[in-house]
């Protein structure tokens, strides 16, 4: 089973629909991270959190919302859904250390209409 | 500003030949980390190599390596002896200390096509 899990893998929505992303780990990580991946770009990372009471915004929070429940799930939702809001979306964790690198979801690849 | 800045939008390259992926950063914190992914067409985000801002000496992971000159804020990839199963695109990443957190700022990515 992989480490961290995205589900679902492909959405394909339409405008004005609530969606949620669901990401759920097993690797016991504190830090959990959501990002957007748009065609010919690197990741923006919308929201990351260091713990079930800590969410912070990223540099593109703006139309969305996160739920961390559990320290190994946190789920992104779109509130209302635009078509600009199409993306790759990945989920990340961390460790608590300095040095060690983000591991990754396979990502949600969302289409909204 | 640009954090990260990967000018190859594209390479090609023979197969078993070495290549070399640019990265250039600018940050003003003196304790940085620079991360290189490597995303294949399925997607998914691999980790390949990490190089820590006082590291010493220049990190390597089987055939890969990363040529790291901290005066000019470059941390290049090098992949030694290329595959066809190198084709991808490769991300360079800077974490940030922001309270604690890492977070990465990724660079455009630079999509490698390794030619039989």
């Known amino acids: 089973d992989a480490d961290v899990t995205q589900t679902p893998r492909n959405r394909i929505t339409k405008t004005g629909k609530r969606i949620m992303l669901e990401c759920s780990q097993t690797?016991?990580?504190?830090?959990m991270y959501w990002y957007r991946q748009d065609p010919g770009l690197g990741l923006r990372l919308i929201y990351y959190?260091?713990?079930?009471?800590?969410?912070n915004k990223g540099e593109i929070s703006d139309g969305y919302s996160v739920s961390r429940q559990a320290q190994a799930k946190f789920s992104l939702s779109l509130e209302s859904a635009i078509p600009n809001q199409t993306a790759l979306y990945f989920c990340?964790?961390?460790?608590?250390?300095?040095?060690?690198?983000?591991?990754f979801g396979d990502g949600t690849r969302l289409s909204i209409l | 500003a640009q954090k990260i800045t990967q000018t190859q939008p594209g390479m090609f390259v023979q197969e078993k030949e070495a290549v070399t992926l640019d990265c250039t950063y600018d940050?003003?914190?003196?304790?940085?980390?620079l991360f290189w992914y490597k995303q294949p067409s399925s997607g998914e985000m691999i980790f390949l190599i990490y190089?820590?801002?006082?590291?010493?000496q220049n990190a390597t992971e089987g055939r890969y390596s990363l040529n790291f000159q901290k005066a000019r804020k470059s941390a290049n990839l090098v992949i030694s002896a290329s595959q066809l199963g190198d084709s991808a695109m490769y991300f360079c990443?800077?974490?940030?200390?922001?309270?604690?957190?890492?977070?990465?700022?990724f660079g455009q990515g630079t999509r490698l096509t390794i030619n039989p």
């Open positions: 959190s260091f713990d079930v009471k800590d969410i």
């Open positions: 990340a964790t961390s460790a608590d250390r300095y040095s060690q690198p983000q591991h």
């Open positions: 990443a800077m974490r940030e200390n922001i309270q604690g957190a890492q977070k990465l700022v």
């Open positions: 690797k016991g990580h504190d830090r």
């Open positions: 190089q820590g801002s006082y590291d010493q």
């Open positions: 940050t003003s914190d003196p304790s940085y980390g």
